[in-house]
């Protein structure tokens, strides 16, 4: 029953992720006729994204229009990157809250509390019909994002507490992460073309309301008593000094800044420099998708025959994702830029896979095995880079160059490699007599601890 239940709970958090993505990322087809809008028009303001359009195989969570529509004097490419970049910006303020209190009340509360806001933010966008309403849209999705993605992993890492169990329920969620981002464009184009702009908006608002529902059926908030006698986890600046889980983060941070920086810029560059049309471009990220998916399962394979090398699968795929960043500039048609940004998505997926069980195993050995911090610590990675990616990106090729940002995004991540030296003994660690682990050598005193210790024996 508890293993069939956690399955089930995996699902429901497989679905959150997806459907975050995915509404991040269905907005793509309709850029055009807020754009005009804005300008007082009444029709489509430029090529964009249509179905087949850019799907990211990366780890998370951004695509942008594959093309602005040609600037008349106003600020608004500005506008269409803060709408991008809003929500990583408001998930990244959000996170710490969210963290402690998902160490505080448990899992199950927060991840609903989240989709519900995922909700409310997938109704607003379906009637959104300005830029305020759809910036406050996109806000408020951050703001979901920030309690369910954040929730929904620490979730799967508690839940699935031994390897390589947990690895493989960690990948299968990253899966969803990337099938979310092939789907939406498509979805979301077909839909719009078809059925009207609301129409894929409301879809995805109908699945958050059954997922929500599945979730109070499975694991009401409160409704067992499991968090009665839960540890006090360790607070999340305390985790934030630790070194070993500072050199994961600036990992996850570092090997998401390529892609992150070169979707707002990619689309523009082929055009320049290799006259790509508007297929090539709107199918620029398809092809990635696939070797993120085979990285997430070489990934889990090697971890479960060798876990103790969790360090080495993270600094390659640092090492890869470094060396294809300098290959994009050099590509001069659309046949060649495929390889090195299928590259770039390979290495993200041996990063996150390798390095996220390792944060919950950090948690366990180091400090409390409560994992809301840690993962809302995830996820402030992830946003750091999707926050900057939009505004500075187009500046820095501006003021730059387009080649000079691929070197230097590729160069960051080839001399992050070997920091991750730095965690090769952590598999050697021994838990620490922490609060939880003296609860747990004393006897279990409640449901939540019987629990925890029924899985340790296991």
């Known amino acids: 029953e508890a293993r069939r239940q956690r399955r089930l709970l995996l699902m429901v958090v497989c679905v959150a992720l997806l459907l975050d993505n995915m509404l991040y990322m269905v907005i793509v087809p309709i850029i055009p006729d807020y754009i005009a809008a804005m300008r007082g028009g009444g029709g489509t303001a430029g090529p964009s994204v249509r179905a087949g359009g850019n799907g990211s195989g990366g780890g998370n969570r951004s695509l942008l229009p594959a093309r602005y529509p040609p600037a008349t004097g106003s600020n608004e490419d500005v506008q ?5 970049a809003s929500k990583a910006m408001l998930q990244l303020l959000v996170n710490p809250l ?4 998902i160490d505080r009340v448990g899992y ?5 509390a989240g989709l519900a806001v995922l909700f409310l933010s997938t109704a607003t966008f379906a009637f959104a019909e300005n830029y305020a309403t759809l910036f406050a849209a996109r806000s408020l999705q951050g703001l979901g994002s920030a309690f369910a993605d954040t929730a929904g992993i620490a979730l799967i890492a508690d839940r699935y507490a031994e390897e390589p169990a947990r690895s493989r329920a960690l990948g299968t969620a990253l899966a969803c992460i990337s099938f979310g981002s092939l789907a939406a464009p498509p979805f979301g184009g077909v839909l719009y073309e078809f059925a009207g702009k609301r129409v894929p908006f409301l879809v995805l608002a109908c699945v958050c309301l059954l ?8 694991a009401p908030p409160g409704g067992t008593g499991a968090r009665a006698n839960m ?3 360790t607070p999340i600046h305390r985790l934030m000094i630790d ?3 500072a050199v994961v983060a600036g990992a996850l941070a570092t090997c998401n800044i390529p892609l992150a920086f070169l979707e707002p810029t990619i689309a523009n560059w082929m055009k320049d420099s290799m006259g790509a049309s508007e297929w090539e471009v ?14 997430v399962y070489v990934t889990v394979q090697l971890a479960a025959a060798y876990p103790h090398l969790q360090w080495f699968y993270g600094a390659l795929g640092m090492a890869i994702i470094g060396a294809s960043s300098c290959l994009v500039p050099a590509c001069r048609n659309f046949g060649q830029v495929i390889i090195p940004l299928c590259g770039i998505c390979f290495g993200i997926a041996l990063v996150d896979t390798a390095l996220l069980p390792t944060l919950a195993f950090l948690v366990d050995v180091r400090h409390v095995s409560v994992y809301g911090s840690v993962y809302a610590i995830a996820d402030i990675s992830y946003c750091v880079a999707y926050a900057l990616g939009p505004i500075v990106a187009g500046q820095i090729v501006h003021t730059m160059g387009f080649a000079q940002l691929n070197l ?13 030296l730095f965690l090769k003994n952590v598999c050697q660690m021994k838990p620490s007599h922490s609060e939880r682990n003296i609860l747990l050598e004393e006897g279990p005193k409640g449901l939540y601890d019987t629990i925890k210790m029924e899985e340790r024996k296991g």
Do not use: Q, R
């Not at 990220?285 to 998916?293: I, R």
């Not at 230097?408 to 991750?420: D, K, R, S």
């Open 231 to 233: 540890p006090v986890g």
């Open 211 to 218: 997922d929500g529902l599945m979730l109070l059926v499975l």
């Open 282 to 295: 709107g199918l620029t990220w398809l092809p990635a998708f696939f070797p993120h998916v085979l990285g």
């Open 80 to 84: 269409i990157g803060v709408l991008f």
């Open 108 to 112: 199950e509360a927060p991840l609903l």
């Open 408 to 420: 230097g995004m590729g160069l960051a991540n080839v001399l992050y490699a070997p920091v991750l």
């Open 98 to 101: 969210s963290g402690t209190l």
């Open 243 to 245: 070194p070993y889980i």
